[in-house]
């Protein structure tokens, strides 16, 4: 189990919608107006641009605040200055983490993630400690109900995925980068609806937590996915569904 993709969909199940789509929306601007300024302000040539304007239609997202944050990447309209920052560090357990960052002041960002790891069982760590852990990878979730595993196996591997997984009530399918547009859209057109889908940084392996740590694991993930300068956090960490439910009921 993938951990943090796992509790994100859990999470945002009990989230007051109106609450969850504000900080969602200040994270896609950010990250459209990144990959504009990266890439250009054509999502046709642009595949971060594409996946994040994406990213923010599924939200309800105005097709007015995604122009004005693609001119804002580009330079065409005046806006704050973001940087992008992957701080690597440990939660409870020994789990390895990343965490990326879009922030205007990398040195107040540094502390206060500081803080925030330090108060729930983490600490940050040198660059390079943990980012072996990982690889980067499309990472695709469709609910069982979607989709059997041989009409995933068919669509998903013919449009260029390399590995499927039974994570319990849901499929993962994981994809080189560069097919994760691809297979998403091979998806789709075959009437499966991913519950998430993005490029990001995928465990090579998994550390199992049960009880008091993984709780506390549980904790520091959402407290630091409440910071608004967080963009994503990915934790190596293998929790149980049922206790991740229990963590929102508690919550």
Known sequence: MSG???WATIKHK?????ARRGKAFTKLIREITIAARVGGGDPDSNPRLRSAVQAAKAENMPNENIDRAIQRGTGQLEGEHYEEVVFEGYGPGGVGMLIEVVTT????????IRHVM???GGNLAETGAVGWMFT??????VPKEQADEDKLLAVALDAGAEDLRDDGSSWEVLTPPESFDKVREALQAAGVQPSSAQVGWVAQNYIKLTGTAAQQMLRLVEALEDHDDVQHVFAN???????????????
């Open 118 to 120: 330090s108060k729930n």
């Open 4 to 6: 943090h993709s796992k």
């Open 105 to 112: 002041n990398r040195n107040r960002v540094v502390s206060e």
């Open 136 to 141: 980067r990878k499309g990472d695709l979730y």
């Open 237 to 251: 960490f293998d929790i149980d569904e049922k206790e991740m439910q229990a963590a929102v009921g508690a919550g």
């Open 14 to 18: 009990k989230a007051a919608a109106d």
